[in-house]
């Protein structure tokens, strides 16, 4: 699959779990917020939280699941993307924050709050 089908692809599942999370309650600030350090899939709010969520999608367990595709260097990249995030839209370092993540797995969506 070339790169403009997996990012579409990509940008399917991520708006789906935007979905999903809207229906929980969240706000969705922006899809695909990215900067030199990297890119965070979704930013949104939920009760004057702001919260961080990382979208990983497999069609299906060959490659493992897609919880286990977040690893150490991409909280890392998520952490600093973060931090650059509230540090040009003027958000204190005081500001509750969160890291969730989404999974997807061919049909089914599992959501973890508080992730990293």
């Known amino acids: 699959m070339g790169s403009v089908n997996r990012r579409k692809e990509g940008s399917f599942y991520e708006h789906r779990a935007g979905d999903y999370l809207t229906g929980k309650g969240l706000i969705v600030v922006e899809y695909n917020f990215s900067c030199r350090f990297g890119e965070i899939d979704i930013v949104a709010k939920e009760d004057g939280c702001l919260v961080f969520v990382e979208v990983k999608y497999r069609r299906s367990r060959r490659f493992g699941l897609p919880e ?45 709050r508080g992730a990293f």
């Open 68 to 112: 286990e595709a977040v690893g150490e260097s991409k909280k890392r990249t998520i952490y600093k993307v973060a931090d650059y995030y509230r540090l040009i839209h003027g958000i204190s370092d005081a500001a509750a924050v969160r890291f969730d993540l989404v999974a997807v797995e061919g049909n089914e969506i599992r959501y973890y």
